[in-house]
């Protein structure tokens, strides 16, 4: 349960391939055993997604000042799944 992260220790365990393509920038700005840009491991994920990630990354040069911005960009995302 609520083992939805993906580490870089799994990755190294796993010898996974995209590690040759995740950089610092890559990271989770909180979490730095946490990979935010998850597009580069999972490259089916849908973009408006990824970009959410991404503001949680060390790459961000954005962020959500009020949590309905958040909400906003989720609704996005819901639009490609129905």
């Given at each position: ?39 580069k ?41 129905k």
């Open positions: 349960m609520g083992k939805g992260d993906t580490l870089i220790h799994d990755l190294k365990n796993k010898n996974h391939r995209a590690l040759t393509k995740i950089g610092q920038a890559d990271i989770n700005i909180v979490f730095h055993n946490r990979i935010a840009n998850l597009k491991i999972f490259p089916y994920i849908p973009e408006p997604l990824n970009r959410i990630l991404l503001y949680f990354s060390n790459s961000a040069n954005r962020f959500y000042e009020q949590a309905g911005q958040l909400l906003e960009d989720f609704m996005e995302c819901e639009l490609l799944f």
